[in-house]
């Protein structure tokens, strides 16, 4: 697959703008909310109540999984290359000739021990393998439950405002209604 180059600065062009400074224009943004305020147009508590009907709305979401992918994938990378080895067993001992004791023991059992090694090298491998479809599952789910749950989810809660909309309408033209007798 060819990598296509990244382009480090903007385009330049008379026909497309610059990006605008965000910084800028969040600081003419809060300057113009504060004179708003300061003028009396925005009543006290608005951000609080926005906040409100905003939870309201989205109501309560569980933390995406994303963040949790990479260490996931690091780990597993750790667990697939993790060597089991007879170096790592220690042969020092405390004990006066115990050091010679554990290393003519070590020779006695080895064909056992390396047995043992190489099956339980065997098993981290599948290990590692389950663990990584394990975060292949999980992330697929995460990242279906993100694109496709959420946005049936806002699709109704924005039918439900549309149906309140109508059911207000309605409720308004029959209170308009003259009485009947």
Do not use: C, W
Not at 81 to 107: C, D, Q, V, W, Y
């Amino acid at each position: 697959m060819k990598k296509v180059p990244v382009r480090a600065a903007p385009v330049h062009s008379r026909f497309v703008p610059d990006a605008p400074d965000l910084d800028e224009l969040l600081a003419r943004l809060r300057a113009r909310v504060e004179l708003r305020r300061r003028q009396g147009l925005y009543p006290p508590g608005l951000e609080e109540d926005l906040d409100k009907h905003f939870e309201h709305l989205a109501g309560k979401r569980p933390v995406s999984t994303t963040f949790l992918t990479e260490e996931l994938q690091a780990v597993a990378q750790k667990l697939e290359h993790f060597e089991f080895s007879r170096r790592r067993i220690k042969m020092e001992s405390n004990l006066p000739g115990g050091s010679t004791a554990h290393r003519t023991i070590g020779k006695t059992v080895g064909r056992q021990v390396d047995g043992v090694l190489e099956q339980v090298q065997e098993y981290s491998h599948l290990v590692a393998h389950v663990t990584a479809l394990i975060g292949s599952i999980a992330s697929a789910l995460s990242d279906e439950y993100d694109t496709h749950v959420l946005q049936q989810l806002d699709d109704l809660q924005l039918r439900v405002s549309e149906l309140h909309t109508k059911l207000n309408g309605v409720v308004k033209s029959l209170d308009e209604q003259p009485p009947t007798r």
